[in-house]
């Protein structure tokens, strides 16, 4: 049987724009979502897959979490569409203990953290620069709004911020070529790369956006994912620039509630603040009117962080830690350069130091080097063209965060003290051992495979 495209839509850019910049002229659906759709698909039709293509952190429901769904369940009215007090002092209070002292006047709750961005960039005037590689929905948001987005190399030390030198260099072109850079994103801790910018970096970083009058947009959506937090320093750019950064966050990589929906955003003090502020919740007016009530319950149980939650953090922290950790061991031990990983559930091999081999084997891009992968072995990847990243690079993204199995086998995880051990996570990544050996030919080295798996 012929096996279907990687992507369902071929997509050399996100979106393909008409000769005026006047809206979208071809949509394409998210490739991520697509993949995940498509892994269903063939999984349904009796094919064993190994999934890494999508970044949802899959993880038990707390009981807590639960609890306070079913409390909720009763408030069918909408509410104020910037969320309900007791929700917003709950996310004030979550930034709070972060070190950034935040009122509840400053905060919206979405249904995800997705349409806020949106939001913000049908807001915030100007085009927008982007570290590269980055998230595949930044540059399609940018679109939908009629921006153009100005993609910036990430450093070799991590990726989710632009290098600075790098940064400045593509401020100056990109307005010789008549754009209006204004906003830019970052992401910490990083996706697709797995890592987090160092303080001095993003110091660095958010000097320039100062000098250049950028808005910078942190989205801080892996924040309690940094897999060493005693030992890896996080510095927001909100401690650095907080009259010109908005952060968002929300629930669905802390813990596992992707489908639920729930996410916020920060605004600045002030009255740059209150006018950012302003506009996302008249955009939310007209698009989602308000965050449904049982989940501003949940956001409201959740931010506070009771004990339970508390607990849950650290171990999920540990279990996403412990399992890219070994997904990089192999993508070395077959060849690969990559960045370690030591924030969220990802990591982005660079084959690059094989593209002879590979060639020989018809893989000579990110988007055959993907295809290689799934025909080949069953193993999905985010090919990096998808996600800015230069298209004749051999670079994926890979999410480990769903190696982890269905409901109990993710208990199982979370208690394990070496979850990487256990059979069904060791024979998941054997098999990417496998497959990352098979792209030249090669069989998997046996210090790459785990031992319950060899």
């Given at each position: 049987m012929t096996s279907p495209p990687l992507s369902p839509t071929p997509r050399v850019t996100p979106y393909e724009r008409?000769?005026?910049?006047?809206?979208?002229?071809?949509?394409?659906?998210?490739?991520n979502l697509a993949l995940d759709?498509?892994?269903?698909?063939?999984?349904?039709?009796?094919?064993?897959?190994?999934h890494l293509a999508f970044g949802e952190a899959r993880l038990p429901l707390l009981p807590g979490v639960a609890d306070a769904l079913a409390a909720g369940a009763r408030r069918t009215d909408y509410g104020p569409v910037a969320g309900r007090e007791h929700a917003r002092e709950a996310v004030a209070g979550y930034f709070a203990r972060r070190g950034l002292p935040t009122d509840a006047d400053r905060i919206v709750l979405a249904p995800g953290s997705k349409p806020l961005l949106m939001a913000l960039q049908l807001t915030l005037p100007g085009d927008v620069v982007l570290p590269a590689p980055a998230w595949n929905t930044y540059a399609p948001q940018a679109a939908l709004a009629?921006?153009?987005?100005?993609?910036?190399?990430?450093?070799?030390?991590?990726?989710?911020?632009?290098?600075?030198?790098?940064?400045?260099t593509a401020l100056r072109r990109a307005r010789a070529?008549?754009?209006?850079?204004?906003?830019m994103v970052l992401t910490l801790p990083d996706n697709p790369t797995g890592t987090l910018a160092p303080p001095d970096?993003?110091?660095?970083?958010?000097?320039?956006?100062r000098s250049e009058d950028l808005v910078i947009v942190s989205d801080e959506i892996y924040r309690d994912v940094v897999h060493d937090a005693a030992a890896i320093p996080f510095l927001s750019p909100a401690d650095v620039a907080p009259d010109r950064t908005v952060v968002t966050t929300g629930l669905s990589k802390s813990l596992g509630l992707g489908g639920w929906r729930i996410g916020a955003a920060r605004f600045p003090p002030g009255e740059s603040g209150r006018r950012m502020r302003n506009g996302v919740v008249a955009v939310?007016?007209?698009l989602w009117s308000a965050l449904s009530g049982p989940m501003q319950d949940v956001a409201a149980y959740a931010f506070a962080e009771p004990p339970e939650v508390v607990e849950r953090l650290r171990d999920a922290t540990r279990l996403h830690g412990a399992v890219a950790r070994a997904v990089h061991r192999i993508a070395l031990g077959s060849g690969a350069l990559c960045r370690p990983p030591?924030?969220?559930?990802?990591?982005?091999?660079?084959?690059?130091?094989?593209?002879?081999?590979?060639?020989d084997r018809g893989v000579t891009d990110s988007a055959s080097l993907a295809r290689r992968l799934l025909e080949e072995s069953g193993v999905v990847v985010l090919g990096g063209h998808l996600l800015g990243d230069d298209p004749r690079a051999l670079r994926f993204k890979a999410a480990t965060s769903l190696l982890y199995g269905d409901d109990e086998e993710q208990r199982e995880a979370l208690?394990?003290?070496?979850?990487?051990?256990?059979?069904?996570?060791?024979?998941?990544?054997a098999r990417i051992a496998t497959a990352f050996a098979r792209l030249t030919g090669r069989q998997a080295p046996a210090h790459d495979v785990p031992e319950t798996a060899r």
């Amino acid at each position: 049987m012929t096996s279907p495209p990687l992507s369902p839509t071929p997509r050399v850019t996100p979106y393909e724009r008409d000769a005026h910049g006047a809206g979208p002229a071809e949509l394409a659906p998210s490739p991520n979502l697509a993949l995940d759709q498509l892994v269903r698909e063939r999984r349904a039709a009796g094919e064993s897959l190994v999934h890494l293509a999508f970044g949802e952190a899959r993880l038990p429901l707390l009981p807590g979490v639960a609890d306070a769904l079913a409390a909720g369940a009763r408030r069918t009215d909408y509410g104020p569409v910037a969320g309900r007090e007791h929700a917003r002092e709950a996310v004030a209070g979550y930034f709070a203990r972060r070190g950034l002292p935040t009122d509840a006047d400053r905060i919206v709750l979405a249904p995800g953290s997705k349409p806020l961005l949106m939001a913000l960039q049908l807001t915030l005037p100007g085009d927008v620069v982007l570290p590269a590689p980055a998230w595949n929905t930044y540059a399609p948001q940018a679109a939908l709004a009629g921006k153009r987005a100005v993609g910036v190399p990430v450093p070799a030390s991590c990726g989710g911020v632009p290098d600075p030198a790098a940064l400045r260099t593509a401020l100056r072109r990109a307005r010789a070529d008549g754009l209006r850079p204004r906003l830019m994103v970052l992401t910490l801790p990083d996706n697709p790369t797995g890592t987090l910018a160092p303080p001095d970096l993003v110091r660095d970083v958010c000097d320039i956006a100062r000098s250049e009058d950028l808005v910078i947009v942190s989205d801080e959506i892996y924040r309690d994912v940094v897999h060493d937090a005693a030992a890896i320093p996080f510095l927001s750019p909100a401690d650095v620039a907080p009259d010109r950064t908005v952060v968002t966050t929300g629930l669905s990589k802390s813990l596992g509630l992707g489908g639920w929906r729930i996410g916020a955003a920060r605004f600045p003090p002030g009255e740059s603040g209150r006018r950012m502020r302003n506009g996302v919740v008249a955009v939310a007016s007209e698009l989602w009117s308000a965050l449904s009530g049982p989940m501003q319950d949940v956001a409201a149980y959740a931010f506070a962080e009771p004990p339970e939650v508390v607990e849950r953090l650290r171990d999920a922290t540990r279990l996403h830690g412990a399992v890219a950790r070994a997904v990089h061991r192999i993508a070395l031990g077959s060849g690969a350069l990559c960045r370690p990983p030591t924030g969220a559930f990802y990591v982005y091999p660079d084959f690059g130091p094989l593209r002879r081999e590979l060639a020989d084997r018809g893989v000579t891009d990110s988007a055959s080097l993907a295809r290689r992968l799934l025909e080949e072995s069953g193993v999905v990847v985010l090919g990096g063209h998808l996600l800015g990243d230069d298209p004749r690079a051999l670079r994926f993204k890979a999410a480990t965060s769903l190696l982890y199995g269905d409901d109990e086998e993710q208990r199982e995880a979370l208690a394990a003290a070496d979850p990487v051990r256990l059979p069904h996570i060791a024979g998941r990544l054997a098999r990417i051992a496998t497959a990352f050996a098979r792209l030249t030919g090669r069989q998997a080295p046996a210090h790459d495979v785990p031992e319950t798996a060899r």
